[in-house]
């Protein structure tokens, strides 16, 4: 006796081919081949020093963490309050709420490849006029007695769907790399804040030690001035010379303020429950790290805001591929099943089956060249894309030639004022010898204080603004790179020993 050959009913067979044949065609695809935007990368940095020995530029994948670079300076409150941007600062919880919808997105394009499975159970009373005629049914109340399962899929024939699913995982990764720009930037402004609250700092005790000198000064003055041995106007010159610098001190409390309340809103916490205690002793100079700027070429890599620009550029190749796709038709697989019958009694038994199965094929024929225009509008937003990477990267390699330069000029300039504070305080010593002996006037002492504590103000600022700057580079350059961490722990070791 032969084996029987196992044969599908018709439909199925039918319902075979065309599930088998979309199978086929999902591989085909109308997303674009995707690759990098070329940009013009110049050899090296026009301002850049030598690096250090021992120190090598990485090349960190998109989005990862830059590391605490903040700890290059060995100051232990500024690591204390970097601490708290990822725990606290309000910026950073948004692009982490918004790289969470990405990946959220993510998880919906992908689902479509799936299909979609829906359930149900109804009950219903019927009643149809006794005036219909040739009905049956006509006068009578009929109850209805169903539940069934229906399942629905569209085979991705042309991409739609693997390019929406492409477009949303190069959007979560630009958001990604968006929530460690955020990150980047929360961390820079509050290490710039930082050391310019602790260079008011050092200023503020500059001022209130020679708010005491001149008020020493001053009752020199006028007990000569008692006893005869010079004229009013020295006495004035000396009050007027400590309440302008009094005024200078008291105008240093407003700036500080507002450095501190900024502080406060980027760790997380209202203004006036923040308070920072003063403190001089910091050293700006002795806190400046040697920055190596590495090749032009590694800034692409670096920088978490060229990561998410090139991103964006293939999540916009992406949706060409989209809007392609919507001129090729969609097919629909279908099917039902479930139980139906009048009566309650016999709804669960096997006559109240049905079922049905088939497919659907269908496209747009007409839309007044909306499609067209999608695809014109895709392909313009991709040019924008290209447009906006090449623009972030030109103004990575500017930040990282501004701070270069600026480096290099204000070491300078702190060379230059060193020298003119110390000739300043010598013209002073000297100026002060001359008034003892009788040579001359207090105006001319007066004179010589003010240059002094102009140019000694003058040098703490500029050591403010090299700090400032190499805040800024280490941004420019995406952060941290490595031997960081070797690093950073070599100088936790040297503040915990001391």
Known sequence: MKPRSLTLPGPLTRMATVIGVACALTACSTLPPYSKPEVAVPDHYANAPQASAGWSVAAPADAKPRGPWWTLFDDPGLNRLEARIDVSNQSVKKAVAQLQAARAMVDYQRAGYAPTVTAGIAQSRTRLSQNVLGHSLAGQTVPDYSVGVAASWEPDLFGRVKDAAVNARDTAQ??????QSVRLSMASDLATDYFDLRSLDIQKKLLDDTVAAYAA??????QE???GGIDASAVAEAKTQLESTRTQDTDLDVERAKLQHAIATLIGVPASSFTLPPDATTTTAAALPQIPAGV????LERRPDIAAAERRVAAANAQIGEAHAAFYPDLTLSATAGLESTFFGPWLTAPSLFWSIGSQLAGTLFDGGRRDATLKGATAQYDATVADYRQTVLV?????EDELSALQ???SE????QRATAAAQQALQLTMNRYQAGAVSYLDVVTSQTTALANERTSDQIEARRIDASVALLK???????????????????????
């Not at 702190?414 to 004022?417: E, G, I, L």
């Open 217 to 222: 000064s001053l009752e020199i003055v006028q």
């Open 409 to 411: 000029t204000l070491a």
């Open 296 to 299: 032009p070429s590694q800034l």
């Open 414 to 417: 702190a060379d230059t004022q």
């Open 396 to 400: 990575a390699f500017q930040q990282v």
């Open 476 to 498: 420019a350059l995406g952060g941290g790179w490595e031997g960081l961490a070797s690093h950073a722990a070599s100088g936790q070791a040297r503040a915990s020993a001391s």
């Open 174 to 179: 630009a958001s990604e790399a968006d929530l």
């Open 225 to 227: 001035f008692a006893a």
